[in-house]
Nanobody, 126 residues
Framework: VQLQASGGGLVQAGGSLRLSCAAS????????IAWFRQAPGKEREGVSC????????YFTDSVRGRFTISRDGAKNTVYLQMNRLKPEDTAVYFC????????????????????WGQGTQVTVSS
């Protein structure tokens, strides 16, 4: 599966952005899609993940209640809606896919993914 992330940009604190991750290839190639982010000098962090089949979602604590993740099966696209953005949300955001689901919140661990899209920069100004 190939992944194409888009939707990043510059926004003021408190604003919103919606990221898109478009997946190409067979639907059997991915059952789990996740968003990660990496800020300068920091490790890559799992932000959210969604099961393609069940729609089950998980979020890292720092974004819960502000971010939502959703999928559009017809478009093979997963969205990350980011609201009430904070300067600490500034990072390059990546989407990743996995063919087989993993248990619970372990979907936020980057070691489970080998298919990655290119990053999209999100910058939140204070």
């Amino acid at each position: 599966v190939q992944l194409q992330a888009s939707g990043g940009g510059l926004v003021q604190a408190g604003g919103s952005l919606r990221l898109s991750c478009a997946a190409s290839g067979s639907s059997l190639d991915y059952q789990l899609i996740a968003w990660f982010r990496q800020a300068p000098g920091k490790e890559r962090e799992g932000v959210s993940c969604i099961s393609r089949g069940t729609g089950t979602t998980y979020f890292t604590d720092s974004v819960r209640g502000r971010f939502t993740i959703s999928r559009d099966g017809a478009k093979n696209t997963v969205y990350l809606q980011m609201n009430r953005l904070k300067p600490e949300d500034t990072a390059v955001y990546f989407c990743a896919a996995r063919a087989v689901r993993v248990p619970g919140r372990t979907c936020l661990n980057s070691m489970h993914y080998v298919n990655w899209g290119q990053g999209t920069q999100v910058t939140v100004s204070s």
